[in-house]
């Protein structure tokens, strides 16, 4: 059987050869480039999203470019220092003589499965955290988003990225699982769980590392002291956004007794004019809204005593991507925080914030692993290499396994019980067996 995008994958590795080569403030001269074209094409840029998917240009620039455009400064400015070579200070003593750096080295060619509903965003960020790093990438855009996908195309040519070092595939549905079966190193995939989980099955066969940005059914906890309009304006907004077209939209609140009449009568208003969410109160827990991934404006409510009742609750569903936690006790929200089993979670406010593009981004449970933004999302795109460097001609550990002298145990023995021994006195005597060992060792032989 032939390997899908043969062709393409072959152009990209010869690209990626150079490229790896390039020194990184060079590479990030195309990035600042980019970030410059988005303020000069936002038009063109939000001309295409419309066209398909008829998202308001206004929400476009606040959602989709200005926190793309974000990234991009993040990159430029942190790029040298997140790879810059490490070295290792601390050695035990059996190492002595080794020098050793870790260096971070590209994966080689990255795929990225791209998605729709932040067709600019959810594409452009991890093929620039790849590119940055010093990876090719076959970028397979939206089926949804097709005039998009030729737009942001036409970018990271303009831009002056190299021929082939960003190659985009076919937007079609079909072009996703094939780049599964190309020739890659590394796969970046933001879409549903169901497809997601698909994916990680093949990719895992193949042993091909993966981000999987999945979906989410997030929460907002509600608690006592919270300021309740607030609460219910935030929670309106994150299950409205996009018309709930978002990974990480609101799609349950529980709150607590003492705030759930007031919350309860404002989260129906509707302050815009527009559709409000679908609102349903005190469902079972069995019910689909508490525990099921949609792409529509719907919100969960429900009450809770404690907080060990909102865990629990929270608990319940399959999806940790991200939560919300509103109160006016900050203590008491890092404290629940602390608790919560998801990516992000967000005190007094719900999404905006966790598009920071100095933190990482991704979940936990059917919500997928990995992460984009922040250093995480840089490293994520390569891998370590250590190179240790060992001085001198002292090598006890080869002499010990060619002249099998007795002396070498004591030496090892002496070293072990000499670093790790309990007491004072049991470290003197592994001193003394090591200084001894390394006496003997050799006049055997």
């Not at 993040?74 to 290792?88: D, S, W, Y």
């Not at 990225?161 to 190193?185: H, M, S």
């Not at 005593?305 to 399959?318: E, G, I, M, Q």
């Not at 979670?345 to 905006?352: C, E, F, S």
Request: with cysteine.
């Amino acid at each position: 059987m032939s390997v899908p995008f043969a062709a393409e994958s072959a152009r990209a590795r010869l690209a990626q050869a150079r490229w790896a080569l390039t020194p990184v403030r060079k590479r990030l001269k195309a990035i600042r480039e980019f970030r410059h074209l988005l303020v000069e094409r936002c038009d063109h840029l939000t001309a295409a999203v419309r066209a398909d998917l008829d998202r308001p240009p206004d929400e476009v620039i606040a959602t989709d470019v200005l926190p793309t455009a974000a990234a991009a400064k993040f990159l430029e400015r942190h790029t040298g220092r997140i790879l810059k070579p490490r070295k290792v200070g601390w050695r035990p003593l059996w190492l002595a003589g080794c020098r050793d750096v870790i260096h971070r080295r590209p994966h080689g060619i990255v795929g990225v499965i791209g998605t729709w509903n932040y067709p600019l965003f959810l594409n452009a960020v991890p093929v620039l955290h790849a590119v940055a790093a010093g990876n090719a990438v076959l970028w397979k855009p939206s089926e949804n988003a097709p005039r998009f996908a030729a737009v942001l195309t036409e970018l990271f040519r303009d831009a002056g990225f190299p021929p082939d070092l960003i190659v985009p595939l076919p937007a079609t549905r079909e072009a996703g699982p094939l780049l599964a079966e190309a020739d890659v190193d590394f796969v970046h995939f933001t879409g549903s769980d169901g497809v997601g989980r698909k994916l990680a099955a093949r990719l895992g066969e193949r042993l091909i590392p993966s981000a999987l940005e999945l979906s989410g059914c997030d929460a907002v906890l509600v608690l006592a002291d919270a300021d309740v309009e607030l609460a219910a304006r935030a929670a309106w907004y994150g299950a409205t956004l996009n018309r709930g077209q978002t990974c990480m939209a609101v799609r349950r609140a529980f709150v607590q007794r003492a705030a759930w009449e007031g919350f309860v009568a404002m989260v129906g208003r509707d302050p815009t004019g527009s559709a409000s969410p679908e609102i349903i109160l005190t469902p079972p827990p069995d019910h689909p809204a508490l525990r099921e991934a949609t792409f529509t404006p719907r919100l969960a409510v429900v009450p809770f005593d404690s907080l060990d009742d909102a865990l629990r609750l929270h608990a319940a569903c399959p999806f940790k991507l991200t939560a919300a936690v509103f109160t006016r006790d900050l203590s008491a929200a890092r404290d629940l925080a602390a608790r919560l089993p998801v990516g992000s979670v967000v005190v007094n406010d719900v999404i905006v914030p966790t598009a920071h593009p100095g933190t990482p981004f991704g979940g936990r449970g059917a919500s997928g692993w990995g992460v984009t933004q922040g250093d995480e999302g840089l490293l994520q795109m390569t891998t370590p290499q250590v190179v240790t460097v060992r001085s001198g001609r002292f090598r006890p550990h080869i002499d010990t396994e060619l002249t099998a002298d007795p002396a070498g145990g004591d030496v090892t023995a002496g070293m072990l019980a000499m670093t790790h021994g309990r007491t004072l006195a049991a470290r003197w005597r592994g001193l003394r067996q090591m200084l001894g060992g390394m006496r003997r060792f050799g006049r055997s032989s």
